[in-house]
């Protein structure tokens, strides 16, 4: 099993950046592909992109050009850079990982733990 924690949100102003952790345990988390996804008041969950155990990294064109999905293998961790925050961007945010797969980078519904989730709010 894989336990993530996610920490780094908040309230920010429009146009604001925020930097989103996500910190794996249980299993070797840096063989596994892992991703973010979101959840807005009201709307159906997000996916927001995904990296590879190599580096190499998708993102949803919602997110694409402001969002940067980053790891640090060694410590077992994820981050989620976000710039140029808009309203819009409100909602809670999870960091998920694919247990099967060291490579998946599109497949949303193979993400299959996910953590408990950090709230940003964006004002305008």
């Known amino acids: 099993q894989v336990q993530l924690v996610e920490s780094g949100g908040g309230l920010v102003q429009a146009g604001g950046s925020l930097r989103l952790s996500c910190a794996a345990s249980g299993r070797t988390a840096s063989r596994h592909s892992m991703g973010w996804f979101r959840r807005a008041p009201g709307k159906e969950r997000e996916f927001l992109g995904a990296?590879?155990?190599?580096?190499?990294?998708h993102y949803a064109d919602a997110v694409k050009g402001r969002f940067t999905i980053s790891r640090d293998n060694h410590e077992n961790m994820v981050y989620l850079q976000m710039n140029n925050l808009k309203p819009e961007d409100t909602a809670v945010y999870y960091c998920?990982?694919?247990?099967?797969?060291?490579?998946?980078?599109?497949?949303?519904?193979?993400?299959?733990?996910w953590g408990q989730g950090t709230q940003v709010t964006v004002s305008s």
């Open positions: 998920v990982i694919d247990l099967i797969s060291a490579w998946n980078l599109v497949d949303a519904s193979k993400f299959n733990s």
């Open positions: 990296i590879a155990w190599n580096g190499a990294t």
